[in-house]
């Protein structure tokens, strides 16, 4: 466990509400990410964060927005949710020093949009 | 445009058999390179890592992957595949361009039969 919490790890909501899904780091870590994942496309990057209101467009971000107001929280917000999100979101946290490259997942949230 | 390639959507061995899972990245600098395995309904766990040095790498649960600069490849290999390595396999170049960002491979089924 990499000290990562995604909630909720499952919702459905209906097409065109909000939705925000939450991650929570007690890493103290200064990067962190949001991906997807659909079948035969792996996990793609949505939006990342590389410090408190420092965040930066994935290569899938459109009908998404992020926020970061404190390191350890990082918020996915879904402005008016369509079926096409239907996924499964995950969180990554990455250090941003030494020599540990790799990003650590949470658990997932299966998102279903009707 | 930095991308990763797994060929192979699904591989099915025998139980015992040996094991190698494909990867090309295309990356115009030295690249940190990764595999990490997804169980079903699990997050995703890393095996193994290259970023310098040995091109040979050794991993847990007793995979290795090698790193072949001319061929732009990151083979993930096993010498007895066990069961319980029935899995979900994504191969991931890390990037640092403006923030470290991880891109995924589609990734690999791996069926295990008696």
């Known amino acids: 466990d990499a000290g990562i919490t995604q909630s909720p790890r499952h919702k459905v909501t209906e097409t065109g509400t909000p939705v925000t899904l939450r991650c929570h780091q007690t890493?103290?870590?200064?990067?962190m990410y949001w991906y997807r994942q659909d079948p035969g496309h792996g996990l793609r990057l949505i939006h990342y964060s590389y410090g408190v209101k420092d965040t930066d467009k994935g290569e899938v971000s459109d009908g998404y927005s992020v926020s970061r107001s404190k390191t350890e929280d990082f918020l996915l917000t879904l402005e008016s949710a369509t079926s096409s999100q239907t996924s499964v979101y995950f969180c990554?946290?990455?250090?941003?020093?030494?020599?540990?490259?790799?990003?650590?997942f949470g658990q997932g949230t299966r998102l279903t949009v009707v | 445009a930095q991308s990763v390639t797994q060929p192979d959507i699904h591989i099915t061995v025998s139980e015992g058999a040996s094991l190698e899972l494909r990867c090309n990245y295309s990356?115009?600098?030295?690249?940190?390179l990764f595999w990490y395995v997804q169980s079903p309904g699990q997050g995703l766990q890393l095996l193994l890592k290259y970023f310098s040095g040995d091109t040979l790498v050794q991993g847990i649960k007793g995979f290795e992957a090698e790193f072949k600069r001319s061929q732009s490849s990151f083979n993930l290999r096993k010498p007895s595949v066990h069961w319980s390595d029935a899995a979900e396999y994504f191969c991931?170049?890390?990037?640092?361009?403006?923030?470290?960002?991880?891109?995924f491979g589609a990734g690999t089924r791996l069926f295990v039969k008696a």
């Open positions: 991931a170049v890390g990037i640092n361009t403006g923030g470290f960002k991880t891109i």
């Open positions: 990554a946290i990455r250090p941003g020093t030494g020599i540990l490259p790799e990003a650590f």
């Open positions: 890493e103290n870590h200064r990067y």
């Open positions: 990356y115009g600098a030295t690249p940190y």
